[in-house]
């Protein structure tokens, strides 16, 4: 028989892309072993005979529910609105935005071992910040 174990070893290294594309395990899998295998066949979910049927469903619920929501009493309520809004301020200007666009884990194992968040620096200043900005929104609306 053929060890697969051998033969994944033996062809990670040449396989550059990651994550792996399916014929190039194949094709080195073959050359190592000699056995013979199939193509790759990917369905593509678009030629499904129910695609029409379940796109036209998505758009009815879809839109059903974007009327109910616009509908509701709470979409009215502008305190918080204004609070949403400082909160998408509050993590774009705290390094929430420059983490992800530079691909900055949001934790990482610190010295100790134990899972450290990035915004553990800044959780005091964010409870302070927060807490003074409902004040403030609750004052101004009511």
Known sequence: GVCWLSVWVQC????KTYPWPAEDIISCATAESGLKAGNVDRPSLMKHPLFPLGLLLFIIIGGYVAW?????PIVRITGLWAL?????YWFATSGGMYNIIRGIPLYYRGQNGKV???MEVSCTACTVFMTAAFKVITAATA
Do not use: D, M
């Open 12 to 15: 990670g290294p040449r396989i």
């Open 68 to 72: 109910k929501v616009y509908n509701s």
């Open 84 to 88: 949403g809004a400082l909160a998408v």
């Open 116 to 118: 450290v968040f990035w």
